[in-house]
């Protein structure tokens, strides 16, 4: 009955069975057809008829409320089944500086846009991550860029570039960054996460022999650490003023260098469709860091 009511609907919007049917590409007598059809369906009928035309009697006019009712219901179904509203748990997992930055933004925007998406968030170092997103216990993770080849039933999403810094206490107000790291205590980042080994590659090609003092995994730790003057660091620092009221942050200038952050996940296991969503929603916040931090180098795709 659902072609019958709007045909209907059509008559009362151009005012004849004609009128209608040229608008709808339908002829004359084939509206006055469905009409009819209508009629019988309803058991009452809804024009007064006067030779080939007809004019609304009492019940049509109150037909008219009802049928665009059931039309315009009709309609949402169709674009809810068509666009069904996901819904789900998402299960994602992010290194300590990607919770800090790069993840809160994202999630909000998620939720703005898919409020029946549920995410349960794994903190962790990225070895770690990694693997459970090959094992299938996280959709994603957004996690540092290992240094070897990721399996490749997973895809890689290169996204930023973090740059180190060195960090020293705040009473310390030397400039020169290789003199302090070759003379001062190393609060060292942990050479098993992949960013510590980007540390460790950075000091052998420059010859520089740190005194390692400490050797943390926790970024956060590190800097609360250097704060109590317990030596100096190289850490990535997404945002510099985040940190700058516990420690001094010095650029590398020139010999900055940087750790790759990305996403990591499983498209052949998202049966839920719900990794789509969070890697478009990720897409779009690394685009806004990076246009108000300048210092976020972006990424180049892995060839």
């Given at each position: 009955m659902?072609?019958?009511l709007k045909t209907f609907l059509a008559v009362v919007r151009h005012g004849t069975f004609a009128g209608a049917g040229t608008r709808i590409g339908l002829t004359q007598s084939a509206v006055s057809a469905q009409m009819q059809k209508?009629?019988?369906?309803?058991?009452?009928?809804?024009?007064?008829?006067?030779?080939?035309?007809g004019t609304l009697n009492p019940a049509g006019h109150e037909a008219v409320v009802l049928a665009e009712q059931i039309v315009g219901l009709f309609s949402e179904m169709g674009a809810r089944v068509a666009s069904p509203m996901l819904r789900g748990v998402l299960r994602v997992g992010a290194i300590?500086?990607?919770?800090?930055?790069?993840?809160p933004d994202t999630?909000?925007?998620?939720?703005?846009?898919?409020?029946?998406?549920?995410?349960?968030?794994l903190p962790g170092p990225s070895l770690y991550l990694l693997g459970m997103v090959d094992s299938g216990e996280l959709?994603?993770?957004?996690?540092?860029?290992?240094?070897?080849?990721?399996?490749?039933?997973?895809?890689?999403?290169?996204?930023?570039?973090?740059?180190f810094h060195l960090i020293t206490?705040?009473?310390?107000?030397?400039?020169?960054?290789?003199?302090?790291?070759?003379?001062?205590?190393?609060?060292?980042?942990?050479?098993?996460?992949?960013?510590?080994?980007?540390?460790?590659?950075?000091?052998?090609?420059?010859?520089?022999?740190?005194?390692?003092?400490?050797?943390?995994?926790?970024?956060?730790?590190?800097?609360?650490?250097v704060s109590r003057g317990m030596g100096v660091s190289l850490?990535?620092?997404?945002?510099?003023?985040?940190?700058?009221?516990?420690?001094?942050?010095?650029?590398?200038?020139?010999?900055?260098?940087?750790?790759?952050?990305?996403?990591?996940?499983?498209?052949?296991?998202?049966?839920?469709g719900l990794t789509r969503p969070f890697v478009e929603c990720v897409a779009r916040t690394v685009r806004t860091m990076r246009g108000a931090h300048p210092d976020l180098k972006k990424s180049a795709p892995r060839a």
């Amino acid at each position: 009955m659902i072609r019958e009511l709007k045909t209907f609907l059509a008559v009362v919007r151009h005012g004849t069975f004609a009128g209608a049917g040229t608008r709808i590409g339908l002829t004359q007598s084939a509206v006055s057809a469905q009409m009819q059809k209508l009629e019988e369906a309803l058991g009452a009928p809804l024009f007064d008829r006067t030779g080939r035309s007809g004019t609304l009697n009492p019940a049509g006019h109150e037909a008219v409320v009802l049928a665009e009712q059931i039309v315009g219901l009709f309609s949402e179904m169709g674009a809810r089944v068509a666009s069904p509203m996901l819904r789900g748990v998402l299960r994602v997992g992010a290194i300590q500086t990607a919770q800090l930055g790069l993840l809160p933004d994202t999630l909000a925007t998620l939720h703005a846009e898919h409020p029946q998406i549920a995410v349960r968030v794994l903190p962790g170092p990225s070895l770690y991550l990694l693997g459970m997103v090959d094992s299938g216990e996280l959709d994603a993770a957004l996690m540092v860029q290992p240094t070897f080849e990721i399996p490749n039933e997973l895809v890689w999403m290169p996204l930023l570039q973090e740059p180190f810094h060195l960090i020293t206490p705040k009473d310390m107000l030397s400039d020169d960054w290789r003199a302090m790291l070759e003379t001062c205590p190393m609060v060292r980042y942990d050479r098993t996460s992949f960013g510590g080994r980007v540390v460790e590659k950075f000091l052998k090609a420059r010859q520089i022999e740190t005194h390692d003092s400490f050797e943390v995994q926790d970024i956060e730790a590190i800097v609360r650490m250097v704060s109590r003057g317990m030596g100096v660091s190289l850490i990535p620092v997404t945002h510099a003023r985040s940190i700058a009221r516990d420690v001094r942050v010095l650029s590398l200038g020139e010999d900055t260098f940087y750790r790759e952050v990305g996403l990591v996940f499983r498209p052949e296991g998202d049966k839920l469709g719900l990794t789509r969503p969070f890697v478009e929603c990720v897409a779009r916040t690394v685009r806004t860091m990076r246009g108000a931090h300048p210092d976020l180098k972006k990424s180049a795709p892995r060839a």
